[in-house]
């Protein structure tokens, strides 16, 4: 029998690349024999998970026996965000909406746009529905205040009539980089009615900045505009997988089609809500994180290392050479970053931003890893 698994699957599942996480802490301890590595590898939180929420997964396990109902959260979530429990959707981790998107309104032929150093998932959102990616270059590293950053102008001049999503995030990952108000309302004003824009603000509880947007704001004036957020961030819960996407609700009736009907387990919609209340652990996170940002800035800065300008919960640093030896310089030395050549950056790695003593310690072996 001459089965050909490959020649059979779809194009768009022939040409994906399997997502790449961070690597495990287990998994550095074991190959290398080592026992107290630091994880700054995938932008979770380094303070843990919210309390309020550690507490109610602890209250929730007797219940599991049933199955989830989202009804609470996304009430919840309405209130929170001034719009209808009809305009929420919530997700298996903001990756699951961002494919429930796709899946609603991506077609082979159809393509989304998104920036050359966009978020991976975007590729892998549209792939799994064979719709073509349409990546836009960024702004040029030289570029005076934003190098790396998303280009508007040319991200709307490459939508085109078969352009169905635009992802857009806000701060970006790997860059860190953001848009601000005007720009980023002028983009909204501009893109025609044939395309969904998703603004993907995974980290904009870490963004303390005047002109930054909160794109809520404007989700009663572009029907055509969805706004994703997660509790994988700032709420400590990336283990839990939980997030969601406020839109029209036309938008979200058809993304709620495309659902699974139980995504969402008991445990993320008990820890989500709880950790909803905790205003003190996202203050206390914030806090921590706008002084790392600038440990580390200045720290990569003042070792000659150019840092791409950041407001999420990383920095993406050049680190003048080709990075992959680099990160493993650092592996050896028990720390793990995140290699970012798969977003078109080679020379760049990409270091959560930790406790105090966690970028002591990626500052210190980066130091070493340079020198030797
Ligand atoms: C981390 C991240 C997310 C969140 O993913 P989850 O599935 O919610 O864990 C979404 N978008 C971007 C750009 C991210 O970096």
Not at 73 to 78: A, C, M, N, T
Not at 86 to 103: E, F, I, K, P
Not at 151 to 165: E, G, W
Request: aromatic share 8%; charged share 20%; net charge negative.
């Amino acid at each position: 029998m001459s089965f050909d698994a490959y020649a059979l699957a779809t194009p768009g599942a022939r040409r994906l690349q399997p997502y790449e996480p961070g690597k495990p802490l287990e998994q550095l301890e074991r190959e290398y024999g080592i026992t107290d590595a630091v994880k700054l590898a995938s932008n979770e939180n380094p303070l843990g998970p919210s309390p309020m929420a550690q507490r109610a997964l602890e209250a929730v396990l007797q219940g599991v026996n049933y199955y989830p109902d989202q009804h609470a959260l996304v009430q919840r979530l309405g209130e929170r965000h001034g719009v209808a429990g009809s305009a929420v959707t919530l997700g298996n981790g903001s990756n699951d909406v961002l494919d429930l998107v796709a899946r609603a309104f991506l077609l082979p032929g159809c393509n989304a746009v998104f920036s050359e150093h966009g978020f991976a998932v975007y590729w892998l959102a549209t792939l799994a529905c064979s719709a073509e990616p349409k990546v836009v270059p960024a702004l040029p590293s030289s570029h005076a205040e934003m190098p790396y950053g998303h280009d508007l102008p040319a991200m709307l001049a490459s939508i085109d009539a078969r352009t169905r999503v635009v992802f857009l995030a806000n701060p970006n990952n790997p860059t860190g980089t953001w848009v601000e108000r005007p720009e980023l309302e002028a983009f909204l004003d501009a893109v025609p009615e044939h395309a969904i824009v998703v603004l993907d603000e995974a980290y904009i509880e870490y963004v303390d900045l005047a002109a930054f947007p909160d794109g809520t704001a404007w989700l009663s004036r572009y029907p055509n505009l969805v706004v994703t957020r997660t509790f994988s961030k700032i709420y400590g819960l990336a283990g839990v997988r939980c997030g969601y996407a406020l839109s029209s609700e036309p938008v979200a009736d058809l993304l709620s089609r495309m659902r699974h009907p139980f995504n969402v387990n008991n445990l993320a919609l008990a820890a989500a809500s709880a950790a909803l209340d905790d205003a003190g652990f996202v203050a206390h996170s914030a806090a921590t994180n706008r002084a790392g940002l600038a440990q580390l800035r200045g720290a990569c800065q003042s070792m000659g290392l150019e840092v791409i300008p950041s407001i999420a919960n990383f920095v993406c640093v050049d680190v003048g050479r080709p990075a992959a030896p680099v990160y493993e310089g650092l592996l050896q030395r028990g720390v793990i970053v995140r290699p970012v050549a798969n977003y078109g950056l080679p020379d760049h790695l990409r270091i959560t931003v930790g406790r105090a003593e966690d970028n002591e310690r990626v500052i210190d072996a980066l130091a070493s890893v340079l020198r030797a």
